[in-house]
T-cell receptor
Framework: RKEVEQDPGPFNVPEGATVAFNCTYS??????FFWYRQDCRKEPKLLMS???SGNEDGRFTAQLNRASQYISLLIRDSKLSDSATYLC?????????????FGKGTKLSVKP | GAGVSQSPSNKVTEKGKDVELRCDPI?????LYWYRQSLGQGLEFLIY????????KSGLPSDRFSAERTGGSVSTLTIQRTQQEDSAVYLC???????????????FGSGTRLTVV
């Protein structure tokens, strides 16, 4: 099983749609989870951390399922500006140990 | 500085030449990380520094790759005898301390796009 696995997409959705991405991770000891956003030919930027109880930031909702070792990101009311690649990121050690491992990303394209 | 600064932003080099890539982390950040991203691929961890020490060099792909950090600030990634498969975007990131990566993630620089011809 790959350390961090994502559906590469692309997800092509109309403006206003709701879209969800999933990510699975292999190390049950992982404690820290993030979603990053990467625009074409740009560096990744932190979108949001993922907390055990789930968390929301505006139109974005992140969920963690430890039992199944997956993380999700839900985007409501998609905007053209949401078009990007979304990277699932997991620290592969317990607690604060281990490096952040990046998934290969899921590409989202929001069309008018 | 206000952000992580990398130079050069683009580098084209001939196969077999050596290259040096520079990273200047956010002021006060003691932890510094190097990743690379090949076309269409995910980010591949190379090495990280806590202060001037590199506890984890496990990601360096070969002995042609080395990195150093002096004064707890600027880091240089050196690739000797470059090969075409070294072509990638080399990304540097920093965090306040190593422990902070687990809580707050990283801040990346804009990268150096290396092309080996």
């Amino acid at each position: 099983r790959k350390e961090v696995e994502q559906d590469p997409g692309p997800f092509n959705v109309p403006e206003g749609a709701t879209v969800a991405f999933n990510c699975t991770y292999s190390n049950s000891a992982s404690q820290s989870f993030f979603w990053y956003r990467q625009d074409c030919r740009k560096e990744p930027k932190l979108l949001m951390s993922v907390y055990s109880s789930g968390n929301e930031d505006g139109r974005f909702t992140a969920q963690l399922n430890r039992a199944s070792q997956y993380i999700s990101l839900l985007i409501r009311d998609s905007k053209l500006s949401d078009s990007a690649t979304y990277l699932c990121v997991v620290n592969m050690g317990g607690g604060s140990q281990g490096n952040l491992i990046f998934g290969k990303g899921t590409k989202l394209s929001v069309k008018p | 500085g206000a952000g992580v600064s990398q130079s050069p932003s683009n580098k084209v080099t001939e196969k077999g030449k050596d290259v040096e890539l520079r990273c200047d982390p956010i002021s006060g950040h003691t932890a510094l990380y190097w990743y690379r991203q090949s076309l269409g691929q995910g980010l591949e961890f190379l090495i990280y520094f806590q202060g001037n020490s590199a506890p984890d060099k496990s990601g360096l792909p070969s002995d042609r790759f080395s990195a150093e950090r002096t004064g707890g600030s600027v880091s240089t990634l050196t690739i000797q005898r470059t090969q075409q498969e070294d072509s990638a975007v080399y990304l540097c990131a920093s965090s306040l301390a190593v422990l902070d990566r687990a809580n707050y993630g990283y801040t990346f620089g804009s990268g150096t796009r290396l092309t080996v011809v």
